[in-house]
T-cell receptor
Framework: SQQGEEDPQALSIQEGENATMNCSYK?????LQWYRQNSGRGLVHLIL?????REKHSGRLRVTLDTSKKSSSLLITASRAADTASYFC????????????FGKGITLSVRP | NAGVMQNPRHLVRRRGQEARLRCSPM?????VYWYRQLPEEGLKFMVY????????ESGMPKERFSAEFPKEGPSILRIQQVVRGDSAAYFC?????????????FGPGTRLLVL
C-alpha cells in the first residue's frame, strides 16, 4: 500500500468552515510536505514540516506531525471556494535520496 | 524567476511512436525529479537527476524509458514505443542546490495520451 495515505478520500464542506485532512505513513521520514493540485493542473507546494517539528503554521494552514503515530494533519481554517482542489501529502523518507512518496490525495470541495 | 517549465503541455502519440517530454528547472536549481500520475492517483516517483548524472532511477520502468539532464539544456524524459498504459500526466520538479533543498517545485505537467 501507499507510503502516504490520506483520509478522508473526499471532503465536502461549506465556505467558512474548517477542513481537516489526515495523512499516515509507514517508514521513518526526514520531512513531510503537503501539496495542492487544482483539476488538470500541476502541484503547488503548501508547507513542509520536518521530522523534529510538531506543528507549523502558514496563513490559514496548520500542519501537525506525530512521528510516534506516523501521521500528519492539515487544517485549513475559514475555507473558501478557491480552496477546492485535491490535497496530497508526500514524505521524504530517510535514505531515499530526496524522492517524494505521495498518497492518493484528498478531494476537497468547498461549497459557496 | 520563472517556475519549472514543461513542454509540451499535451502530447498525443500513436502506439509504437516515441514521446519526448522536456523540463526546464527553476533558475539556480540543479536537482530534477520526474513523477507520473495516473488518473485518480497520486504521483509516483520515476527518476532523480542532477546535471549529467542519474542519481536514482528506481521508479523508472526498465525498458523503453530513459531520462537525461545534460550540462546544457532541459531535462528530457524519453519513452520509446509507447503503449496505451503510458497515458498519464508526467510531472517534473526541481529543487535548489542548497537552502530549502528538500522543497520540490513542480511544473504544470505534460499530459500524454497514447491512441
Amino acid at each position: 500500500s501507499q507510503q502516504g495515505e490520506e483520509d478522508p478520500q473526499a471532503l465536502s464542506i461549506q465556505e467558512g468552515e474548517n477542513a481537516t485532512m489526515n495523512c499516515s505513513y509507514k517508514t521513518s521520514i526526514n520531512n513531510l510536505q503537503w501539496y495542492r493540485q487544482n483539476s488538470g493542473r500541476g502541484l503547488v507546494h503548501l508547507i513542509l514540516i520536518r521530522s523534529n517539528e510538531r506543528e507549523k503554521h502558514s496563513g490559514r494552514l496548520r500542519v501537525t506531525l506525530d512521528t510516534s503515530k506516523k501521521s500528519s494533519s492539515l487544517l485549513i481554517t475559514a475555507s473558501r471556494a478557491a480552496d477546492t482542489a485535491s490535497y496530497f501529502c508526500a514524505t521524504d523518507s530517510t535514505g531515499a535520496n530526496s524522492k517524494l512518496t505521495f498518497g492518493k490525495g484528498i478531494t476537497l470541495s468547498v461549497r459557496p | 524567476n520563472a517556475g519549472v517549465m514543461q513542454n509540451p503541455r499535451h502530447l498525443v502519440r500513436r502506439r509504437g511512436q516515441e514521446a519526448r517530454l522536456r523540463c526546464s528547472p527553476m533558475k539556480g536549481h540543479s536537482h530534477v525529479y520526474w513523477y507520473r500520475q495516473l488518473p485518480e492517483e497520486g504521483l509516483k516517483f520515476m527518476v532523480y537527476l542532477q546535471k549529467e548524472n542519474i542519481i536514482d532511477e528506481s521508479g523508472m520502468p526498465k525498458e523503453r524509458f530513459s531520462a537525461e539532464f545534460p550540462k546544457e539544456g532541459p531535462s528530457i524524459l524519453r519513452i520509446q514505443q509507447v503503449v496505451r498504459g503510458d497515458s498519464a500526466a508526467y510531472f517534473c520538479a526541481s529543487s535548489p542546490n542548497e537552502g530549502l533543498w528538500e522543497t520540490q517545485y513542480f511544473g504544470p505537467g505534460t499530459r500524454l495520451l497514447v491512441l
